[in-house]
């Protein structure tokens, strides 16, 4: 009878489990026409050429002159890069949707079909040949020392013995690794290296020819360096998946463009955008940069509200059926709930998020979107860690209550909606809150893949600015802020729930 | 109304309830009384199967208890339980624990309803504190509301598992008036209690349990003036 009962509820939580995750689609889709531009972070499911007539550019947007989110003009994605494959998907006659995404996740993108092709400043590596197909090159660029003026380094045989940064995976990466006697150190972004090299912990970075031009127009304090050119087959070259049939075509696109001095109009273009020299003020931070962005970065603030929401209630909804799982007396069930908290407590959640949203197109054929699947894997980690709070919670309720109920002839599913989860919620209310505002934090994890988030935007700025902490110091006054609201609506409920004592 | 034939209850390896077998009349109010550990709660939760049963028969006006396929929440309807801690629900008010299971469960209209609870509150002399939450409650008020949530469901047994255990001294008397007057008016009762007094007064039948048995079943004049068994008597004289 009881088992029945038991079932039946976990049945309907399951309902509402399955018709919330049916939601989400709309409810994201939502998100993402909210982000203009960015509506094209999603690729269509399995991109198909020519059936739609519409390609898939995948870029990432955080390397100026080539490409980068233009914030100041709403968003948009712009640069030398992009105007080449607009220019080439033209010619083609394809309708050109870009995808944003993290460097290190284009590859990958590539293999699982979730892009058609890659223009990213992406260099031709041997490495990245076994995985993709490359076109023909477009650009080479200069390798260029980039230093603090007050302890200049102009040559490479000066640097040997000193500490130099370069951009992971970067040809720059490559180059400095036949420099005598320095230390490298690899970051991930530019915006990071500027902050290395700004505070001293590396003597000097070697970056390309584009970057180290803003680097110094941003950065009063820091001179450049060009280096003689090397080799040509080291240039640019678009990625396409193995055995792609576009190769040739954008091959040809690309050799008349070289002859028409297309390309190198564009090149010129993007190359002659000035900066003006920004004044260093008090303790060389400069918050004038912000200027402009901040509406774009304040857009943060829904994304990561909407997903910290959406998670948050999953996670609820998710642990809640768990934790009942684990006190069902039902064998395969208490086993199933147990196993699943063990691994996903015992495994990083960026890993999780990266399995599902790296995983799930390749497995289920099923192109997830970015929110989605961050969504999905915070809510799946967040039940694992709620279902042990509420376990603790309903054991906490006195068990007269259940018996109570029960002689009153309360069926099981009332009897937990309506008097046990009240007072177990009650109780378990202060660690709730904890595991909001963890979420709201946590979820910064999402901009690696891509969602623009509150932090995912504060990078933009960083790459866009060449400015590495004024963005940085903003999101986290705006964090800080969040978190501050949502505490204080929490004491609230808190108060209110506890107006019966 | 009430039939029990040859119960038995086993915690683990200790057997509570060693084989019970009587029978309850329509309107018969029975007082449970016995040693601690006799088993009178045990045998009292068995009636509405908060216990299972390990052997033996209960049929309430026909219906199996102890069959597998009866619907218990059904049966439990019609049988209400008042509790020694009272067992209110915290998070509601005094109307909303008495009008829950009457709407929830039987579908009663809210209206309808809650004009029962008033007159149940008024009843048991609480009208006023129907929108009090339980924590604003002396513990005899709690025990009476208690009373009056599982008398709104119109039930036609009524068991009490020490009502009056938990109580201030001073408290004892209101909710032993209640119970009392509800005596009065044909309810089907069984108490568990250590009030003897109101035991002899209140009941038709004495119950004496000892040891998981029901050792003697008589009359209150007969049983505190005459004891059948040795144990009744030991009991009794530690008790009066």
Request: aromatic letters at 8%; hydrophobic letters at 45%.
């Amino acid at each position: 009878m009881r088992r029945t009962a038991l079932l039946r509820i976990i049945y309907l939580l399951l309902l509402v489990f399955v018709a919330s995750a049916a939601l989400l689609p709309s409810l994201l889709g939502d998100v993402r026409t909210g982000l203009g531009p960015y509506a094209s972070t999603v690729a269509p499911a399995a991109p198909s050429v020519g059936e739609k007539g519409t390609i898939v550019l995948g870029t990432s947007p955080d390397y100026p002159p080539y490409e980068n989110v233009d914030a100041k003009k709403g968003g948009e994605i712009v640069g030398m890069d992009i105007d080449i494959a607009k220019f080439i998907a033209a010619q083609l006659g394809f309708k050109l949707e870009i995808a944003a995404m993290d460097f290190n996740g284009l590859i990958a993108a590539l293999q699982t079909g979730r892009v058609d092709f890659v223009m990213s400043a992406m260099s031709v590596t041997e490495e990245r040949k076994n995985n993709v197909d490359f076109s023909s090159t477009y650009y080479v660029a200069r390798n260029t020392i980039v230093s603090r003026e007050s302890e200049p380094y102009e040559t490479s045989e000066s640097l040997g013995g000193k500490i130099v940064g370069t951009q992971l995976g970067s040809t720059q990466d490559l180059y400095a690794q036949t420099l005598e006697g320095a230390e490298l150190k690899k970051l991930n972004r530019i915006p990071d290296l500027i902050q290395e090299l700004k505070t001293g912990r590396v003597h000097a970075v070697i970056v390309e020819d584009a970057v180290a031009v803003e680097m110094t127009a941003a950065n009063p304090d820091l001179i450049m360096t060009f280096l003689p050119p090397g080799n040509s087959k080291d240039g640019y070259a678009i990625a396409f998946p193995k055995g792609s049939a576009l190769v040739e075509s954008f091959n040809g696109a690309l050799e008349e463009m070289k002859a028409s001095g297309q390309i190198d109009a564009i090149v010129d273009k993007w190359f002659a955008t000035g900066r003006e020299p920004q004044a260093d003020s008090f303790l060389n931070l400069n918050f004038g940069i912000l200027k402009g962005y901040i509406p774009y970065m304040l857009k943060g603030v829904y994304v990561t509200l909407l997903f910290t929401l959406v998670s948050a209630a999953f996670g609820f909804i998710w642990g809640t059926i768990l934790s009942l799982f684990k006190i069902s007396g039902i064998r395969p069930l208490e086993w199933f709930a147990t196993a699943y908290t063990s691994i996903l407590r015992g495994t990083p959640l960026l890993l999780q998020l990266f399995l599902i949203y790296y995983a799930t197109p390749q497995l289920f054929q099923y192109d997830i979107s970015p929110l989605m699947a961050a969504g999905l894997a915070f809510g799946l980690n967040s039940a694992a860690y709620l279902s042990e709070t509420i376990r603790g919670g309903i054991m906490a309720v006195d068990k007269g209550q259940r018996e109570a109920a029960m002689s009153l002839g309360i069926p099981y599913r009332t009897m937990m909606i309506s008097i046990i989860l009240p007072q177990a919620v009650r109780t378990i209310l202060p660690a709730l809150v904890n595991e909001c505002v963890a979420l709201l934090k946590e979820s910064s994890l999402v901009s690696v893949i891509g969602v623009q988030d509150i932090m995912r935007r504060a990078s933009v700025v960083q790459a866009t600015e060449f400015r590495a902490l004024e963005a940085l110091l903003f999101a986290g006054v705006i964090y800080y802020v969040l978190v501050l609201v949502l505490t204080s609506l929490a004491h609230l409920l808190e108060r209110r729930l506890r107006r019966s004592d | 109304m009430i039939n029990v034939t040859e119960l038995t209850k086993t915690f683990g390896k200790h057997q509570v309830l060693k084989g019970i077998t009587t029978s309850v009349r329509k309107g018969e109010v029975v007082a449970l009384i016995g040693p601690s550990g006799s088993g009178k709660s045990t045998f009292l939760r068995c009636l509405n199967l908060l216990e299972t049963p390990t052997s033996g028969i209960i049929t309430i006006n026909d219906t199996e208890l102890t069959n597998r396929h009866t619907n218990i929440g059904k049966v439990r309807q019609r049988i209400g339980m008042v509790f020694q801690h009272f067992h209110l629900f915290p998070h509601m008010t005094v109307m909303e624990n008495i009008t829950f299971a009457p709407r929830r469960v039987k579908g009663v209209p809210a209206g309808a309803a809650r004009d029962k609870a008033i007159a149940l509150l008024e009843r048991v002399g609480l009208a006023d504190k129907a929108d009090s939450y339980p924590s604003r409650l002396s513990g005899g008020q709690k025990q009476r509301v208690a009373i009056a949530r599982s008398l709104a469901m119109e039930p036609e047994i009524m068991l009490f598992d020490e009502p009056t255990s938990a109580l201030d001294p001073e408290m004892v008397k209101e909710v032993l008036a209640v119970i009392q007057g509800l005596a009065s008016t044909g309810m089907t009762m069984l108490i568990v209690t250590h009030e003897m007094k109101f035991a002899r007064e209140a009941a038709d039948t004495i119950y004496f349990l000892d040891d998981g048995r029901l050792v003697e079943k008589t009359p209150p004049a007969q049983f505190f003036e005459e004891p059948q068994s040795e144990r009744a008597k030991r009991f009794l004289e530690k008790v009066l």
